[in-house]
C-alpha cells in the first residue's frame, strides 16, 4: 500500500464522506484513491470557495469537514476562508500537496509551516511515509478537539512511498465519551442567585442548541418568569414555543428587547459564550449577575469579565439539575401583559416602505421571503449592509447560519450554503448582497453541476451597500461605492441554473413560488432601494434610538 | 475625539448668563442625564451622566474640574472618567467666554471629548451626532434658565444647598416649568439606579 492510500482510508475512517477542492499534482492521488472508496468529491471553481464549503458542511454536519489543494498556489489561495473557519471554531481538515519534500526551488515551493499560521490554522506535517496514519489521525484529533481548521501538509513524493498499514484508531474514539456532570455546589449557587432576582433573561447560544436544551430551557423559562433571547448563531431558536421570547441580545436586537434586556437583573447563558457581540461588551446588561452554563472549563465574557456563577456542565444535564432544585419556584418577573404587548407591538406596526420604482424595499423583501419560504427551508444570513434587514427581520422559525463577526470576509455565505446542503440534503436559501455573490460567482456553476436545492437571493442594490452608507455618514463621495452589475437572473439561467429578477414585492413572491415547487439551483436577483439605512446603521452611525 | 465648537445666542444679560454657567449645580441641570455628586476639597466635584447610544443606556461618572476667571467672563471645565462598565474612559475638555451681544450675550464654547475603550467601536460615528444632539439640547436649557431669576441650583445636584425649596405652587411661568423639569429628572434618577428604562 502506499502512504497515500492509507490516508485515504484513514479519511474514511474518520467519517469523511464529502470533500471539496480541486485537484492537482500533489492531491491527485489522495482524491484518486478517496474516489475509490467510495467518498463525494465535490471540484469547485477556487479552493478557498471550496474551503468554504466544507466549513458550512461541518456547521450542519457537527464533525470535521474536509477540504483538498495541490501544492503551493493552491495552498496560498485558503487564506480568507480558512481565516474565516478559524474565526468561527469550525473544526476541519484541509489535505494540502506539497512539492517534493525539501525542494524548496520548485516552482510551487511554498513553506505552508509558515503559511498556516498566518491564516490561524494547524499544522501537522507528513515527514516520513510510516507516519501517514498517525498524521491523519493526529490533524482529525487537533481538528475535534481545538474546534478550528488543521492544515495536512503532504509532499508528494512522501505520499506515494510505500507503507505498511496498522490497525488505525480514529480519532473520536481518543475522544472522553459521556456527559460533564455540574457541580452541586454552583447549581446551588445558581439556585440562590435566580431566586434573589426579579428579571431575568435567558441568553441560548449554539451550544444549547447543538445539546437539544430546548424543552429544559423552556421549563427554566416558565420557573423564573425570564425572557429568552438568543444569540446570532442560535437566531430564531424555539420563537415558536413562548410569547415570550424577546429574539437576539445584542446590535440586532430590537427596540423593545434593547430595552428590556437592559432591565436584567440576572442572565443565565446556556451554550452562549456571553462575547461581545452578545452582550454589547456588558452595556447590555447594566445591572446584571451572570449564571453561565458552558461545556468549557472557564469562559471570559465579552466585558472581560467571568460569571458570577459558572457551571461547567452538558447543557442538559446542568438545567435539568437547576430545574429540580427550583422546583418550588415561581418568579413572575417579565411573564405580564405589559412585556407581551412591548414584544408584539413592534412587530405590528406599519412600517412606512420606500417606493422607489423598479426597486423594492428590503424590509418588505425579508417580509416577502419570511412569509414565502417554507420552515423547513433553512436560512444563511450574507454579509454586508444588506444583511442587517434580514438579521432582525426575518421572524420564522427555522434553522438560521450567520457568518456575521467570522473576519468579516464578504463572500463566504453563498460557499456556506453549499456545503450545508451538502451536508443535510435539505433546501436552504440564503440572502446575499450582490457584490459577495459576484465574488464567488463561478461556484453557482459548482451547485448547478451537482444539482443543488440552493436558492442565492440577492439584495441587489448595485454597490457596495456598507461602504455606500459609511461614505454618506462620513460626508464622502457615495457614488464611488456604486457597482452596476446585469440582471443576475439571466446570469443564473446561463450557469445553468433557474433565476429571476424581481422589482416589486410581486414579482419577489412569484420567483420563490417557484424555486419552493421545484427546489434546484436558482437566483433571485431582488434590486433594492438604496435609501433605506438598516437599524443598527442608524445606531452606530447617527446615535438613533431605533 | 469629538470636537464642539459652539456658540449660544442667549437672550440675558452678560451677568445673568455668568451667573449659570458659572455655578457647576446650574450647568449640570441644562444636561440631560447629569446629577452633580461630592465637592472635593481642591475645588473638583464628581459628576455623573447618563447617556443613551442608540437604544443602549451608558452611565459614566467623572470628577469635574472648573477653573473661572471671573474678570474676563471665561471658564475652563476639564472632566475626567470611566463608564459603569468600567470598559470605556473619557477626558473632556471645554473652554467657555460670556461676551454682550447686544442686549443679550453669547457664550463661546470650545472643547474636545475623547473616548477610549470598548464603547467607541460600538458607537462609531454616532457619538458625535449624540454629542451634537446633548449640545442642542443644552444650548435650548441654558436659554431657558437664564431667562429665569437667581435661583437656588437646580433639582438632583447634590452639593445644592440643603436649603433649596421644593416649589409648593410656583407661581411663575419659568418656576412651573423648572418644576416640571425637577420632577422629570427625579423620575429618571430613580429609573436609571435601577437600570430603568427612561
New interface residues.
Given amino acids: 500500500m502506499k502512504a497515500y492510500e492509507a490516508m485515504a482510508e484513514a479519511f474514511v475512517k474518520e467519517g469523511t464522506t464529502d470533500v471539496f477542492g480541486m485537484m492537482g499534482d500533489a492531491n491527485m492521488h489522495w482524491m484518486d484513491a478517496l474516489a475509490e472508496r467510495g467518498v463525494r468529491l465535490y471540484e469547485v471553481r477556487h479552493e478557498g470557495s471550496g474551503l468554504g464549503m466544507a466549513d458550512g458542511w461541518a456547521r450542519a454536519a457537527g464533525r470535521p469537514g474536509v477540504v483538498t489543494t495541490t501544492s503551493g498556489p493552491g495552498v496560498s489561495q485558503l487564506a480568507t476562508s480558512m481565516l474565516c473557519a478559524s474565526r468561527a471554531g469550525t473544526p476541519l481538515v484541509a489535505f494540502c500537496g506539497e512539492t517534493a519534500w525539501g525542494d524548496e526551488g520548485a516552482v510551487q515551493y511554498l513553506d505552508q509551516r509558515r503559511f498556516a499560521a498566518a491564516i490561524e490554522c494547524g499544522f501537522v506535517h507528513l515527514s516520513k511515509a510510516d507516519q501517514a496514519e498517525e498524521a491523519v489521525q493526529r490533524a482529525f484529533y487537533l481538528a475535534r478537539t481545538e474546534n478550528r481548521p488543521i492544515m495536512l501538509s503532504a509532499p508528494f513524493d512522501v505520499q506515494t512511498q510505500d507503507f505498511e498499514p496498522g490497525d488505525y484508531v480514529p480519532s473520536h474514539e481518543l475522544l472522553p465519551r459521556g456527559r460533564t456532570l455540574p457541580d452541586p455546589s454552583r447549581i446551588e449557587a445558581a439556585r440562590e442567585l435566580i431566586e434573589g432576582s426579579k428579571r431575568i433573561v435567558i441568553i441560548a447560544g449554539r451550544g444549547a442548541r447543538r445539546a437539544g436544551a430546548g424543552e429544559e430551557i423552556l421549563e427554566l423559562q416558565a420557573r423564573t418568569g425570564a425572557l429568552l433571547a438568543t444569540t446570532l448563531q442560535a437566531k430564531n431558536w424555539l420563537c415558536d414555543r413562548t410569547e415570550f421570547h424577546v429574539g437576539l441580545s445584542g ?1 440586532f436586537g430590537s ?1 423593545p428587547a ?3 434586556l ?4 440576572c442572565v443565565i447563558a446556556v451554550g452562549a459564550s456571553l462575547n ?1 457581540y452578545t452582550t ?5 446588561y ?3 449577575r451572570y449564571v453561565q452554563i458552558d461545556s468549557a472549563p472557564n469562559v471570559v465574557m465579552g ?2 469579565r467571568v460569571a458570577d456563577c459558572y457551571v461547567q456542565a452538558d447543557a442538559v444535564t446542568a438545567l435539568t439539575e437547576l430545574n429540580q432544585v427550583l422546583a418550588g419556584t415561581r418568579i413572575e418577573g417579565f411573564h405580564t401583559d405589559e412585556t407581551r404587548s412591548r414584544l408584539t407591538d413592534w412587530l405590528e406596526a406599519p412600517v412606512d416602505y420606500v417606493h422607489e420604482p423598479g426597486r423594492i424595499d428590503p424590509r418588505e423583501a425579508i417580509k416577502v421571503l419570511d412569509a414565502a419560504m417554507p420552515p423547513e427551508f433553512d436560512l444563511v444570513l450574507g454579509s454586508g449592509h444588506q444583511t442587517d434587514f434580514g438579521t432582525m427581520l426575518f421572524q420564522r422559525s427555522r434553522q438560521v447560519t450567520s457568518n456575521y463577526g467570522m473576519f468579516g470576509a464578504i463572500g463566504q455565505a453563498p460557499l456556506l450554503t453549499i456545503g450545508q446542503i451538502v451536508a443535510t440534503g435539505r433546501p436552504a436559501f440564503v440572502v446575499e448582497g450582490d457584490a459577495s455573490f459576484l465574488m464567488h460567482l463561478p461556484e453557482f456553476e459548482t451547485a448547478c453541476r451537482y444539482g443543488l436545492p440552493l436558492l442565492v437571493v440577492v439584495m441587489n442594490d448595485e454597490g457596495l451597500g456598507a461602504e455606500y452608507h459609511k461614505l454618506g ?2 460626508g464622502l463621495t457615495q457614488d464611488l461605492a456604486i457597482i452596476p452589475n446585469p440582471e443576475l437572473g439571466g446570469v443564473a439561467r446561463a450557469l445553468g441554473g433557474g433565476g429571476a429578477t424581481v422589482r416589486s414585492a410581486a414579482e419577489l413572491q412569484a420567483a420563490v413560488a417557484e424555486y419552493v415547487a421545484d427546489p434546484r439551483p436558482f437566483v433571485i436577483d431582488v434590486r433594492i432601494t438604496r435609501e433605506v439605512l438598516s437599524v443598527p446603521y ?9 | 475625539m469629538i470636537s464642539i465648537t459652539e456658540t449660544i445666542a442667549v437672550p440675558s444679560p452678560r451677568t445673568r448668563v455668568w451667573e449659570v454657567v458659572s455655578s457647576p449645580a446650574d450647568v449640570v441641570s441644562c444636561i440631560a442625564g447629569a446629577e452633580l455628586g461630592e465637592e472635593h476639597e481642591d475645588g473638583s466635584f464628581d459628576g455623573t451622566l447618563v447617556v443613551k447610544f442608540g437604544a443602549v443606556r451608558v452611565r459614566f461618572g467623572a470628577r469635574v474640574h472648573l477653573e473661572l476667571d471671573e474678570d474676563g467672563y471665561a471658564g475652563r471645565l476639564t472632566a475626567r472618567g470611566k463608564d459603569g462598565q468600567a470598559a470605556t474612559r473619557f477626558t473632556a475638555e471645554a473652554a467657555f467666554r460670556v461676551v454682550e451681544d447686544g442686549t443679550g450675550s453669547k457664550v463661546a464654547m470650545d472643547g474636545e471629548i475623547t473616548l477610549t475603550g470598548k464603547l467607541t467601536s460600538l458607537i462609531e460615528a454616532g457619538a458625535g451626532v449624540v454629542v451634537s444632539r446633548m449640545t442642542k439640547d443644552f444650548s435650548a436649557r441654558l436659554v431657558e434658565l437664564c431667562a429665569g431669576p437667581a435661583e437656588p441650583a437646580a433639582p438632583g445636584a447634590e452639593t445644592a444647598p440643603a436649603a433649596r425649596p421644593e416649589p409648593a405652587a410656583p407661581a411663575t411661568l419659568v418656576a412651573r416649568i423648572r418644576a416640571w423639569w425637577a420632577a422629570l429628572w427625579s423620575r429618571r434618577s430613580e429609573r436609571t439606579s435601577q437600570g430603568g428604562t427612561a
Avoid at chain 1, 262 to 265: I, T
Fill in positions: 446590535l427596540k434593547q430595552e428590556l437592559q432591565e436584567a437583573d461581545h454589547e461588551h456588558g452595556y447590555l447594566p445591572e446584571a466585558n472581560g455618514a462620513k442608524r445606531r452606530l452611525w447617527y446615535g438613533e434610538d431605533v
